[in-house]
């Protein structure tokens, strides 16, 4: 034999380098198994635990909930509440408009009405104007009707600071105290409110014979607006 080293076969080294990568590969392969089998056991170890902890997730949900909840009741509630105190709102300015525009125009109704009692035309012409005076001043009525004006009915009806304004009062035989005898200026409802609160004059009961008829300062004649 002589002193020279014989080299291995070229085939043979490959085979080596081919089941060295092959054994790198399949160690790789198997890491994430091997991880996800370690960590199954840990996950399963306590079932009771897990449940525990989806019962705890589950009451942080429904209190979340119940929150958001109650954030949008009350967000609902209050645009609700808003949403009525315009309406109300709107609705009393249209009165409060109504009420300044019809308190003007019934000046021009009383100076109808004292007319309609003073005029008594005798010619026939005179007669003539007279009618459609009236034809005029009925139109006007029907309009306030339509409008929701109605007047008031005071004489003989007790004394209300609501409605009347106390211009005189003076004793009377006829009428207990505080109790209307005459209508000094009608007063008018719009819908059931007041329009204009009627000027009258109040009794004071059964009191000297003769005596004349006094400012009524004492007489209470404070009203709403």
């Known amino acids: 034999m002589s002193g020279e080293a014989t080299p291995f076969p070229q085939e043979s080294a490959d085979t080596l380098n081919t089941s060295g990568d092959t054994s790198a590969e399949v160690a790789a392969d198997q890491a994430p198994a091997a991880e996800a089998a370690a960590e199954a056991p840990a996950a399963s170890a306590d079932p009771e635990q897990r449940v525990r902890d989806l019962e705890a997730e589950l009451e942080a949900l429904k209190a979340e909930h119940e929150t958001v909840r109650s954030q949008y009741m009350r967000i609902a509630a209050d ?3 808003f949403r009525k105190r315009q309406s109300r709102d709107q609705d009393d300015l249209r009165v409060q408009i109504a009420c300044n525009t019809l308190s ?3 000046p021009v109704v009383d100076n109808f009405e004292r007319a309609r ?4 035309p005798q010619a026939e012409e005179a007669q003539t104007i007279h009618r459609s005076y009236q034809g005029l001043y009925k139109q006007l009525v029907d309009v306030f009707k339509q409008l929701g004006v109605s007047p ?3 004489e003989g ?3 209300d600071p609501n409605l ?9 035989d006829e009428h207990i105290e505080d109790v209307v005898i005459a209508e000094l200026q009608r007063g008018y409802h719009l819908n059931g409110r007041v329009l204009r609160h009627a000027l009258v004059k109040v009794s004071m009961g059964p009191g000297p ?3 004349e008829a006094a400012p009524a300062e004492s007489a209470p004649a404070e009203h709403e607006a």
């Open 79 to 81: 645009f609700d509440n």
């Open 104 to 106: 003007e125009i019934l």
């Open 117 to 120: 009692q003073q005029l008594e």
């Open 152 to 154: 008031m009915r005071v």
């Open 157 to 159: 009806e007790p004394f």
């Open 164 to 172: 009347h304004e106390a211009v005189l009062r003076e004793p009377s």
């Open 209 to 211: 014979s003769g005596s």
